[in-house]
């Protein structure tokens, strides 16, 4: 008896899991949500294409299979497209429907802030749309200490997934050459141990590009000396840099004309190179080379451009308070610059170069008052103006 009922509850357990089984397969089959198939009706392709040097726009879009008729079609909907200005680089992106020999969508960058759709309609037609590319700022906290340059340590604190390396580049030439050009050397006065904190706007595409955008505060410690500097953007727009106290670091002159070290200090007995004796060094020389753009360091008139003497090539320019800066050993002078032309601060003069007694590409710089040679690094370049009355409660929020 017990037997049977052992091999009646075994055949039991059986009978029940394949009827479990049986309704759980049936319920599968009547409840659960099943998705519609995908088909996909259309495939594309996308292709780019670049204008190279010495071609036009038909080359370009003849490349695509458009041409004739049709290429004066998507020429005719190009707003914002001047064909005659289209500069080699230029890129094209093609969208073309899978065995189609001509492209349903072409797009191309205007500017920064513009981007150019063409599609092609049903009917064969063309239309065009321009479409603003939204720039949204992030501020980017950059705190560190130098260790051999700003550039190099720089370039090795900020993550290229933040900034580009082309970006961080324009962010030390905007320190160096924009912001504290009027009160820091960055040539010589930087050192290895020198502190700072920056305030960086970083900006982000509709697109997903990254660029840098500009400095909102700086806070650099040189040589126990502290350096502050908040953006401050004036009536037309532009940014304008003041120190804590709300003084303009803009100054009269810039520390120099170049952006590269000292290879020869200010001196009244320094071994001449070239003559091999000592004698006066009445300016500073910046290792630059060959063909470096050279900036004036103030506002002025040109008073001399031409050879002269173991100067080389030179210019020398008259500012206000007596006071006349040279730019001397250049390989060529700039476009315009002759005497009596009027040239503003950082307008190219001049080009270094290794003309003269030069042993070397550089630029030797002299900074003189009244006739009289003044060490470039230590004269007067002036006091920056205060922020104006009607922005000043700007300045302090």
Same mark, same amino acid.
């Given at each position: 008896?017990?037997?049977?009922?052992?091999?009646?509850?075994?055949?039991?357990?059986?009978?029940?899991?394949?009827?479990?089984?049986t309704?759980a397969?049936?319920? %599968?089959?009547t409840?659960?949500p099943?998705?519609?198939?995908?088909?996909?009706t259309?495939a594309?392709?996308?292709?780019?294409d670049?204008?190279? @040097?010495?071609e036009?726009l038909? *080359?370009?879009?003849?490349?695509?299979g458009?041409?004739?008729?049709?290429l =004066?079609?998507?020429?005719g909907?190009?707003t914002?497209?001047?064909?005659?200005?289209?500069?080699?680089?230029q890129i094209?992106?093609?969208?073309?429907?899978?065995?189609?020999?001509?492209p =349903?969508r072409?797009k191309?960058?205007?500017s920064?802030?513009?981007?150019?759709? =063409?599609?092609?309609?049903?009917?064969?037609?063309?239309r065009?749309?321009?479409?603003?590319?939204?720039?949204?700022?992030? +501020?980017?906290r950059?705190?560190?200490?130098? &260790?051999?340059?700003?550039y190099q340590?720089? *370039?090795?604190?900020?993550?290229?997934?933040v900034?580009?390396?082309?970006e961080k580049?324009?962010?030390? $030439? #905007?320190?160096?050459?924009?912001? $504290?050009?009027?009160?820091?050397d $960055?040539?010589?006065?930087?050192?290895?141990?020198?502190r $700072?904190?920056?305030?960086?706007?970083?900006?982000v595409?509709?697109?997903?590009?990254?660029?840098?955008?500009?400095?909102?505060?700086a *806070?650099?410690?040189?040589r126990?000396?502290?350096?502050?500097?908040?953006?401050?953007s004036?009536?037309?727009g532009r #940014?304008?840099?003041?120190?804590?106290?709300g003084?303009?670091?803009?100054r009269a002159?810039?520390?120099?004309?170049? %952006?590269?070290?000292?290879t020869?200090?200010?001196?009244?007995?320094?071994? *001449?190179?070239?003559?091999?004796? !000592?004698?006066?060094?009445?300016?500073t020389d910046?290792?630059?080379? !060959?063909g470096t753009?050279?900036?004036a360091t103030g506002?002025?008139?040109?008073?001399?451009?031409?050879?002269w003497?173991?100067?080389g090539?030179?210019?020398?320019?008259?500012? =206000?308070?007596?006071?006349?800066?040279?730019?001397?050993?250049? %390989?060529r002078?700039? &476009?315009?610059? +002759?005497?009596?032309? @009027?040239?503003? +601060?950082g307008?190219?003069i001049?080009?270094?170069? #290794?003309s003269?007694?030069?042993a070397?590409?550089?630029?030797?710089?002299e900074f003189?008052? &009244?006739?009289?040679?003044? &060490?470039?690094?230590?004269?007067?370049?002036? +006091?920056g103006?205060?922020?104006?009355?009607?922005?000043?409660?700007?300045f302090?929020?």
């Amino acid at each position: 008896m017990p037997l049977r009922f052992t091999r009646l509850g075994t055949a039991g357990t059986v009978l029940a899991l394949l009827g479990a089984w049986t309704a759980a397969r049936a319920w %599968s089959r009547t409840q659960l949500p099943v998705a519609a198939p995908l088909v996909v009706t259309v495939a594309y392709l996308d292709r780019a294409d670049t204008m190279r @040097r010495d071609e036009t726009l038909t *080359h370009v879009f003849g490349r695509q299979g458009i041409a004739g008729p049709e290429l =004066l079609a998507v020429l005719g909907a190009a707003t914002g497209l001047n064909p005659r200005r289209v500069a080699a680089g230029q890129i094209f992106e093609f969208r073309y429907a899978v065995g189609e020999p001509a492209p =349903l969508r072409v797009k191309t960058r205007l500017s920064d802030q513009r981007v150019l759709w =063409l599609r092609r309609g049903a009917g064969g037609g063309w239309r065009g749309e321009v479409e603003r590319v939204v720039w949204t700022p992030h +501020q980017v906290r950059v705190i560190g200490t130098i &260790n051999s340059s700003v550039y190099q340590t720089i *370039h090795a604190l900020i993550p290229d997934s933040v900034l580009p390396p082309e970006e961080k580049s324009k962010l030390v $030439f #905007n320190l160096a050459d924009e912001v $504290f050009a009027w009160e820091i050397d $960055f040539a010589v006065e930087i050192r290895e141990g020198d502190r $700072f904190r920056f305030l960086v706007e970083r900006l982000v595409s509709s697109e997903g590009e990254v660029r840098y955008g500009r400095l909102l505060a700086a *806070h650099l410690a040189t040589r126990g000396t502290e350096r502050t500097a908040y953006v401050l953007s004036d009536a037309a727009g532009r #940014n304008a840099y003041y120190d804590a106290g709300g003084r303009s670091l803009r100054r009269a002159f810039k520390r120099s004309p170049v %952006s590269y070290r000292v290879t020869s200090s200010f001196s009244f007995g320094r071994f *001449h190179p070239i003559l091999r004796r !000592y004698r006066a060094h009445l300016g500073t020389d910046f290792r630059a080379p !060959y063909g470096t753009p050279v900036e004036a360091t103030g506002e002025g008139t040109v008073v001399r451009a031409g050879r002269w003497g173991g100067y080389g090539l030179v210019v020398a320019i008259r500012h =206000l308070r007596g006071i006349e800066t040279r730019y001397a050993h250049l %390989s060529r002078i700039g &476009n315009r610059i +002759q005497p009596g032309v @009027r040239v503003d +601060q950082g307008e190219i003069i001049g080009y270094s170069g #290794n003309s003269g007694l030069s042993a070397a590409p550089h630029v030797h710089y002299e900074f003189l008052k &009244n006739g009289k040679p003044i &060490n470039p690094s230590s004269a007067d370049v002036g +006091q920056g103006a205060p922020v104006p009355e009607a922005r000043r409660e700007a300045f302090e929020a």
